[in-house]
C-alpha cells in the first residue's frame, strides 16, 4: 500500500478526526506531507463524502495543535537537551541538529515573520515551532502568525484537491509553481531585511 492510500483509508475510518491526526503528524514526522494530506482531503469533499469547510477547519486544527506542542518543547527544554533528543532520536523522525540549528539561525536572524511563511514552506514548518519557543517568542504571536500561515495554507491544498483532484498533472503543476511563489517571497524578505540593515549601517 503506498502513501497515498494509506492516507486515504485514514480518512475514510476517522474523517475529519482522520484529517487533524494526520495534519498533526505531518508537523511532526515530515515525510507525512500535507500536500498529499489536504488534496486527498479536498478530493474526498468534492465526491460529497466530507464538506470543503469541514477539511480545512480539521487540517488547521492539527497543524495547530503540533506547532503548539513543539513550540513547548521549544520554549521548556534547554537548547542542550533538545539537541542531545535530537542526536539520538531524531533519525526516527527524519530530522537533524543541523536542521535545527538552522532554523534557529534563521528564526533568530529574520525575525518573526519567518512563522508566518515557514507554515508554507515544507520541511521548515515541522522545525520553526522549536527556535520559536527555544527564542521565547510570545506565544499569542506565534499562534498568531503560525494560524494565519496554517490556514492559508491548508485552504489552499484543500481547494487544488476540491477542484482538480482528478488532474495529477495539473495538481503537481500548481503546487511547483507555488512553492517557487513562497520561494521568492521569503528571498525578497530577506533582501530587504539586510537592505535596511544596511542603510541603518551607513545612517550611524
Known amino acids: ?3 497515498t492510500a494509506w492516507i486515504i483509508g485514514i480518512m475514510e475510518r476517522l474523517g475529519y478526526l482522520g484529517i487533524a491526526l494526520l495534519m498533526f503528524l505531518d508537523n ?8 498529499i494530506i489536504m488534496p486527498s ?3 474526498s469533499a468534492s465526491q460529497g463524502s466530507l464538506t470543503l469547510i469541514g477539511v480545512i477547519l480539521a487540517g488547521s486544527l492539527g497543524s495547530m495543535l503540533a506547532a503548539a506542542l513543539l513550540y513547548w518543547i521549544g520554549y521548556q527544554f534547554s537548547h542542550a537537551a533538545i539537541f542531545r533528543f535530537v542526536d539520538r532520536y531524531g533519525k526516527y523522525l527524519f530530522i537533524k541538529s543541523d536542521d535545527v540549528k538552522k532554523s534557529l539561525a534563521w528564526f533568530e536572524q529574520y ?6 511563511f515557514g507554515r508554507m514552506v515544507p520541511a521548515v514548518r515541522s522545525l520553526i515551532s522549536v527556535p520559536a519557543g527555544m527564542s521565547r517568542m510570545p506565544f499569542w504571536k506565534f499562534m498568531l502568525f503560525s494560524s494565519l500561515g496554517t490556514i492559508i495554507w491548508t485552504t489552499f491544498l484543500a481547494c487544488v484537491g476540491f477542484y482538480f483532484g482528478e488532474n495529477q498533472a495539473l495538481m503537481q503543476q500548481i503546487f511547483n509553481q507555488v512553492g517557487y ?4 517571497i521569503v528571498l ?6 539586510f537592505y535596511r540593515r544596511w542603510q541603518r549601517k551607513h545612517k550611524t
Do not use: D, K, T
Not at 525575525?111 to 508566518?116: K, M, T
Not at 511563489?181 to 521568492?184: K, Y
Open 188 to 193: 525578497l524578505i530577506i533582501a530587504v531585511i
Open 41 to 43: 482531503a479536498g478530493y
Open 111 to 116: 525575525g518573526h515573520r519567518i512563522v508566518f
Open 28 to 35: 511532526v514526522f515530515p515525510p507525512i506531507p500535507s500536500e
Open 181 to 184: 511563489v513562497i520561494l521568492g
Open 1 to 3: 500500500m503506498n502513501l
